[in-house]
């Protein structure tokens, strides 16, 4: 008989015991919704909401937000706010646009009031503001508006350019001088006058005679003739003028000369002069969608009928503008183009557009905002598709590699809510954006998700983004105050909101509602698929608070438990035992440990902890899982 070999069985070999799975290996890579929560990073949540990391860089609630106005000003939204800087103020005028009307707004009183006389409303759309030579410039897409910070709010009244100088009496002779001004219908000419000439001939025919001067002295109308038939393009003097250099300045009007909508009708107005922001850029017509009209300079009431570029084809709208460095960026819905401003031999001034990128174009113009030396922006592919949040960086030469999209890991998302790129197009064009305290908020339909960059480093492609709600759902615009606050304009109704303090019982409430934060760690394996492991401690360490409410739920592939995490007399003065004649206030601000038996024997864990209680804060200063293996997985 052969000799037996017996059945060799392979024992597994037990991995080496581990050390305790500790928390933070970076909190600070904020959401990701890409991936399965199996796949992301350690330093990456799957789910989180109402969490920021400015305690320190560790998950914290964030503060609320708290009516400034208490009583509504009525069912629509509040579409722009803005704080207007006169010249030697003290504290700016605080403009908001509310149906129809531009009101000056006192937060110490809440009190509101209207800016409006003639007109006495505007059209209710979204309203920007911008500032110069010390007047405030108001647009919303009908109208160009001003207020000087005293009076009420007026349409702008179109510079009357110098048209011709040095003309004859009999309209011949002359020299150019300024181009006409598509916001006027009046222009100026001025004449080298006789000693008898009292026949004054225009250039063109005119409806009406604005003004007339003489050696800088105003004429009555009463003193001259214009007719009211025939002949439209004479003055009569009833006493010549007299001999001069240019001594006689006639201002005539035509009705319908210039068209004014194709300034009044731009929803995009930028601040640009190259290395001297002395001018002004309008864009965002709605037929002449490729064309860019340039200011005057320094005079938003003058726009040369001759001063814009076509910024090539007109099959794609220019949808928004930004600066890097000295360069004028061109957002189109396609691709993006650049600006420069230059001077000729002769002193005349043109803008040189040049194309930048083919890859991608801006989706949203009121996205447009400066980070990290480049430009942040909603975007879409060449094709129209959206792309979520690109980064345009400081490259002048034609390429794609000057705008990096760096909001992969929110563009689209596994779980119930929604990323970026899961909106519709309409809301997306919709979206709008700010940059305050080191953060981008990007509103979107009913989320504003944000790119903290204090822990972002957008050259290296890391980019932390993590979303709000409650008040951040319902964002009609955003304003960064000179206070250093974030305020907030309802856009449902007629309702400001401003940030609350911690030292405040509110301090955790949005208009009054408790708004819920969560944070979740990624799905756990703990280095192997391979084997069951028998979780079992959590260790919490939270920033100390008089109390805390919080929910900790586990999740693993046995089902989920919610645990409820209640500390408060470890964390609060046994007041039986103060002694009172040296009494004082305070609070306990060493980290409270919190330990919880986990007790799963199972592949994976991941846990969440949330704090939706209005009075309550929460900050997780660090977290330790204990845990040892089972079982391989047969």
């Known amino acids: 008989m052969a000799g037996y070999t017996p059945i060799q ?44 990391y400015d305690d320190g860089g560790v998950p914290t609630k964030r503060l609320g937000l708290a009516r400034a106005t208490e009583t509504s000003w009525g069912a629509t939204p509040v579409r722009g706010m803005y704080e207007y800087w006169k010249i030697g103020a003290s504290a700016p005028v605080f403009l908001v646009a509310h149906g129809g009307k531009i009101y000056s707004y006192n937060p110490a009183t809440d009190t509101a009031a209207s800016l409006m006389s003639n007109p006495a409303t505007i059209t209710d759309a979204v309203t920007g503001f911008f500032t110069m030579n010390d007047v405030c410039y108001i647009y919303n897409g009908a109208g160009l508006y001003q207020y000087t910070g005293t009076g009420t709010v007026t349409a702008v009244v179109g510079y ?55 050696e800088g002295v105003p004429i009555a109308a009463g003193d001259y003739t214009f007719p009211s038939s025939g ?58 969608v490729n064309q860019l009209n340039r200011s005057h300079l320094t005079d938003p009431t003058y726009w040369p009928i001759s ?5 090539t084809s007109d099959a794609e709208a220019i949808t928004g503008l930004g600066h890097i460095i000295d360069y004028q960026i061109i957002g189109k819905e396609r691709s993006y183009h650049y600006a420069t401003i230059a001077t000729d031999t002769s002193g005349n001034v043109s803008f040189d557009v040049y194309p930048f990128n083919s890859e991608y174009g801006c989706l949203a113009g009121r996205t447009v905002q400066p980070a990290q030396g480049g430009l942040l922006a909603l975007s879409c592919d060449n094709e129209g598709n959206p792309a979520g949040v690109a980064w345009v960086i400081p490259s002048m030469v034609r390429n794609q590699l000057n705008v990096n999209i760096i909001s992969d890991k929110i563009n689209r998302a596994l779980l119930p809510q929604k990323g970026i790129c899961d909106y519709t197009m309409t809301e997306l064009r919709a979206a709008h954006a700010i940059i305050h305290d080191r953060k981008y908020y990007l509103f979107v339909a009913d989320k504003t998700f944000v790119l903290d960059l ?23 615009c955003f304003l960064s105050r000179y206070t250093g606050e974030l ?6 109704m007629g309702v400001v909101y401003k940030p609350q303090t911690k030292h405040t019982a509110t301090a955790y409430q949005d208009d009054a509602t408790a708004h819920n934060a969560y944070w979740q760690a990624p799905l756990l394996f703990c280095g192997t698929r391979d084997w069951e492991k028998i979780f079992e401690l959590l260790h919490l360490s939270f920033k100390g608070q008089p109390d805390g409410t919080h929910s900790l739920t586990f999740i693993t592939d046995q089902g989920n438990e919610v645990v409820a995490l209640t500390y408060q007399e470890e964390q609060s003065f046994d007041y039986d035992h103060v002694y009172y004649d040296d009494w004082s206030y305070g609070i306990n601000y060493y980290p409270y440990p919190q330990t919880e038996d986990v007790g799963y024997q199972s592949i994976y864990l991941s846990w969440k902890i949330s704090n939706n209680k ?17 079982q391989e997985v047969s």
């Open 9 to 52: 069985f392979k024992v597994p070999k037990r991995p080496t015991p581990p050390e305790p799975y500790t928390f933070p290996r970076g909190f600070t890579g904020g959401l990701n919704t890409s991936v399965s929560p199996d796949l992301i990073a350690e330093n990456e949540s799957p789910d989180m909401c109402n969490i920021n």
């Open 454 to 476: 204090e822990h972002s480093s957008l050259a290296n492609g890391a980019a932390c983004w993590y979303p709000y709600d409650t008040v951040f759902s319902k964002v009609g």
């Open 307 to 311: 001063k814009y570029e076509y910024v």
């Open 614 to 630: 209005p009075d309550q804060g929460m900050t997780v200063l660090a977290q330790s899982l204990k845990y040892s293996y089972a």
């Open 231 to 288: 002949d439209y393009a004479k003055v009569t003097f009833d006493v010549p003028p007299g001999e001069g250099v240019n001594n006689v300045v006639i201002q005539a009007h035509k009705t319908g000369l210039n068209d004014a909508t194709i300034i009044t009708h731009c929803t995009i107005f930028q601040v640009y002069g190259g290395k001297q922001d002395t001018r002004v850029a309008a864009a965002g017509h709605p037929t002449l």
């Open 160 to 214: 009357a350019p110098l048209y011709i100088t040095d003309l004859n009496p009999d309209g011949t002779g002359g020299a150019s001088n300024e181009e006409l001004n598509l916001l006027s219908d009046s222009w100026q000419l001025s004449y080298s006058g006789t000693s008898g000439d009292t026949e004054y001939v225009l250039n063109m025919a005119a409806d009406s005679i604005d003004s007339i001067e003489v």
């Open 487 to 492: 305020w907030i304009g309802d856009g449902k």
